[in-house]
């Protein structure tokens, strides 16, 4: 006891008992403790002043923190759908034989914990997982065997690493078997940069002559929402106020996106560059990166960029040389939430809360992060940012359809020859892209996500643009032997999962629709279980809250549009009910102990 | 007063400048079903039934501001299915007993049952396991019917400014948590608000149980509603 005392006083007082770093403490404690017991969180607040209920909340709000004991090694294997096409299950067999342990528990020396955990941006390499906060990726049972061997060993996490990926992940301070993978590069993200060059050519102009060419490039949110990047720093510009932040979204969670992870690797000058360009346009002074607890790999790395761009003097007291513009830049870490990609939820998070998302108005650009005018971006969208201040909002226009003018970059993963990142010009077609990444076979193609939607055949001609299918960037093919519904279920179980239980149509009518959908793949739905179905969905989509809520049904409903012969083929046709109760099973196990045969004639 | 002009299903209606949706309605006579907003705290927008529909988008009306020359629809048949499903959700996500309830008869949830005329939900239940806290002095927890309204957060605040109620876990698994040592230090008075200010059973203040009898409480004459309808 007097140690988790002395733990829990040495890490708040890391953060001078700031609640806005509520999560930087917890997280602290749970790496000295391997857990935040009861005990712990009465001692958080009891030195933080706030209440055991408010630091519980967060505890249990974000995947990686945990009340229980995660085990001297916590390994989070990713489940989600393409790392079970890739055989996740197999590789967890593994983990368990040489852990000896299940997951969902640590193994009795409390050494190894297994636990599973939603996408953690590897879907290119997958199975992956994070041990410790470092990342495996295409694991196999023999990898298994070796780490699992080492771990028992007790070397540390970060030493087990054999291999190492391409690019800058060789770097010193990444020093990581993640690959990159660029596939395709384009002429907005991926062509030469020279770093400091967009900010100072930005600090010569007046920021009203930045937001202008921002407007004239007709730049639209990378995140998938795809609001006017132009229009969203106006707003926060004109928003009365001092003190404005601007803010990066790093926490891309859709299933199927990892496109941030190569910008943070390969290009995080550009992107923070961007951020600077954009605190020039609003008035900001500071900066915030929120990177995903998934990403905590690449903090050191970052960090250092970051020391090195004020070394350089495109951030600090001066940024780019602008006599009077000082603009610097944080990284706040996220603990594994899906909802956090919302950007009022972030915004929650970065200020040490549960990331709930906040209700609207006041809009971010009002007020915002600390209460305060804010704008928040997609990695993506800073990087295109200075790429337009240095060519120009016209030329950038050039490229993509009407509405969707640019590049876009892509995620591509699932059952395809060439999985990894390719940035695109908007207007691309579904089978031109299958022809490059080589999944011509596919069968469906789901097009940004879960919360996207998910495509058979005859709309391959359709083109990723905001005007026809958009995506913030998660194109997940699909082959001929896959089971759809078993996608669908993976999808379902997640959107429950990642729910923040604010509202009731996401909180519940997510369970609700992943309960109808396992009634009907259990072969006892009938015709009518299909059409509650499509109404629920609707009621969920058109009541929640959030664009969580408000997208999360789309897995169902888009396949019970484009695949309705999958359902149709699980269903009991001609029939008005059908009994999901199984009397034979539900009395199975007294009749072995009776030692009789079930009787369930009639039922 | 009426410096904005809008409509509710077509009826002229004024409003100040700064009212919300629900707020608005209830100064013109129209009532919009509520029950996790209570007048005088900051609106959450977590039970939606409070849901209206304006420029072809679905929209809260306790946390949305009424705009001049706003057309609302308040009580089509599609909205008032959608609203029916939302106390059939919070029905079959908790464990709702009411012949053994001690707000039976002061419950907003039931009450809103009774007027939606929901015999039985169309949802299956999900019987939640959910904990009962019986050990705290003042204050009974039964989390079998929290409905998540968080009135609880909002109001019932210790004298230096530290929060009683919170949540805790998401998804599915999202509860209401009580801090008990607080709910202890409680006055009489803030333990009874945290009962009153509960739309349905799940805070209940010990020592005082039925003090007023099932057949005499506030929805057993006169339906939810009827006093913003009836004026």
Same mark, same amino acid.
């Given at each position: ?21 509520? +999560? ?5 404690? =749970? ?5 935040? !017991?009861? /005990? ?31 085990? &001297? ?6 489940? %989600? ?27 009795? #020396? ?7 955990? /939603? ?33 028992? %060993? ?16 060789? %770097? ?26 967009? +900010?100072?050519?930005?600090? !010569? ?15 639209? @949110? ?33 299933? @199927? ?110 007020? @915002?992060?600390? @209460? ?36 876009? +970059?892509? !995620? ?57 299918? /958009? ?39 997510? &369970? ?19 059409? #509650? ?16 809520? =408000? ?17 149709? /083929? ?34 | ?96 007993? *009411? ?46 019917? *929290? ?5 609880? $957060? ?57 003090? $007023? ?19």
């Amino acid at each position: 006891m007097g140690n988790m005392s002395e733990v829990v006083k040495k890490c708040v007082n890391n953060y001078q008992k700031d609640p806005a770093r509520m +999560l930087d403490v917890i997280r602290d404690v =749970q790496a000295e403790l391997g857990q935040v !017991s009861d /005990a712990a969180i009465s001692e958080i607040a009891g030195q933080m002043n706030v209440s055991s209920v408010d630091v519980e909340g967060v505890v249990t709000f974000y995947h990686f923190f945990s009340k229980d004991p995660v085990g &001297q090694y916590s390994v989070y294997l990713n489940n %989600s759908a393409v790392s079970v096409m890739m055989g996740c299950y197999e590789i967890a067999k593994a983990f368990e034989k040489e852990a000896g342990c299940k997951f969902g528990e640590v193994s009795s #020396d409390g050494k190894i914990g297994l636990h599973y955990t /939603a996408d953690i941006g590897m879907n290119d390499q997958e199975p992956a997982a994070i041990i410790n906060g470092v990342i495996f990726t295409s694991l196999t049972a023999d990898k298994v065997k070796a780490i699992v061997a080492d771990m028992k %060993s007790g070397k540390a996490a970060r030493d087990i690493v054999k291999e190492f990926g391409d690019g800058k992940n060789q %770097s010193e301070l990444i020093k990581s078997m993640v690959k990159n993978n660029i596939q395709k590069k384009g002429a907005v993200l991926f062509a030469p940069f020279s770093p400091g060059s967009a +900010l100072n050519k930005a600090v !010569s102009m007046t920021p009203d002559e930045v937001i202008e060419q921002m407007k004239i490039s007709n730049l639209r @949110g990378r995140g998938g929402a795809g609001f006017p990047t132009g229009m969203k720093w106006d707003y926060t510009r004109q928003s009365p106020g001092e003190k404005k932040y601007i803010v990066c979204n790093g926490d891309e969670g859709e299933p @199927g996106t990892f496109k941030d992870r190569v910008i943070f690797t390969e290009i995080p000058e550009m992107m923070f560059e961007g951020m600077a360009i954009g605190g020039y346009a609003i008035g900001a002074d500071e900066g915030l990166l929120y990177l995903r607890g998934e990403y905590m790999y690449l903090k050191t790395y970052l960090e250092d960029v970051l020391s090195k761009m004020r070394q350089a003097g495109t951030l600090g007291k001066n940024a780019g040389g602008k006599q009077g513009f000082n603009f610097d830049i944080k990284i706040k870490m996220g603990a594994g939430a899906y909802v956090c990609g919302e950007e009022s939820a972030l915004i929650e998070s970065a200020e040490g809360k549960r990331g709930e998302p906040r209700n609207r108005p006041p809009f971010p650009a009002q007020r @915002g992060y600390m @209460g305060k005018p804010t704008s928040v971006n997609n990695v993506e969208s800073f990087c295109s940012a200075s790429r337009i201040i240095l060519e120009g909002g016209e030329w950038f226009a050039k490229m993509g359809t009407a509405q969707s003018r640019g590049t876009k +970059l892509l !995620s591509v993963s699932g059952d395809c020859k060439k999985p990894g990142i390719y940035e695109i010009e908007f207007g691309t077609t579904i089978q031109t892209l299958l022809e490059e990444c080589e999944g011509r076979t596919a069968k469906a193609v789901q097009v940004g996500g879960p919360s996207g939607s998910c495509v058979d055949k005859t709309k391959f001609g359709q083109r990723i643009c905001y005007d026809d299918l /958009a995506t913030g960037g998660s194109i997940i093919v699909i082959g001929q032997d896959r089971d759809i519904l078993q996608v669908v279920h993976n999808f379902m179980e997640f959107f429950e999962e990642e729910s923040c239980g604010w509202c009731t149509p996401c909180r519940v009518g997510n &369970q609700l629709l992943l309960h109808k959908l396992e009634k009907v793949m259990h072969g006892h739905g009938t015709e009518a279980d299909l059409k #509650d179905m499509e109404q629920w969905c609707v009621t969920v989509k058109s009541m929640s809250r959030c664009g969580l809520g =408000q997208t999360s049904p789309n897995p169902i409903y888009t396949t019970l549009k484009n695949f309705r012969g999958i359902y149709e /083929a699980k269903i009991q046709k001609g029939k008005d009910f059908v009994s999901e109760f199984d009397m034979a099973a539900a009395v199975k196990d007294s009749c072995a102990v009776a030692g009789r045969k079930p009787n369930v004639e009639g039922h | 007063m009426s410096d904005i002009k809008f409509t509710i299903d077509g009826k002229e209606c004024t409003a100040k400048s700064g009212q919300t949706i629900v707020e608005a309605a209830k100064a013109n006579g129209i009532y919009i079903p509520v029950l996790c907003h209570f007048d005088g705290l900051k609106p959450a927008g977590t039970c939606r039934i409070c849901t209206v529909k304006t420029g072809g988008r679905f929209m809260a009306g306790c946390t949305t501001p009424v705009a001049e020359g706003m057309r609302i629809d308040n009580m089509t048949p599609e909205i008032e299915d959608m609203r029916k499903q939302i106390i059939e959700m919070l029905f079959v996500e908790g464990n709702h007993m *009411c012949p053994v309830c001690e707000k039976s008869g002061n419950c907003e949830l039931q009450a809103l049952a009774y007027r939606y005329k929901m015999m039985v939900p169309r949802f299956p239940f999900l019987w939640p396991k959910r904990e009962v806290v019986a050990n705290a002095p003042k204050l009974y927890l039964d989390k079998n019917r *929290c409905v998540q309204c968080l009135r609880c $957060v909002r109001e019932i605040i210790t004298t230096d400014g530290k929060n009683v109620f919170a949540v805790k876990e998401r998804g599915g698994k999202t509860t209401i948590n009580m801090d008990e040592k607080l709910a202890a230090g409680l006055s009489d008075d803030m333990a009874m608000r945290a009962m009153d200010i509960c739309p349905v059973g799940c805070i209940i203040r010990k020592e005082v149980g039925y003090k $007023v009898p099932i057949g005499q409480r506030k929805f057993d004459s006169k339906p939810i509603g009827s006093e913003i309808e009836g004026r």
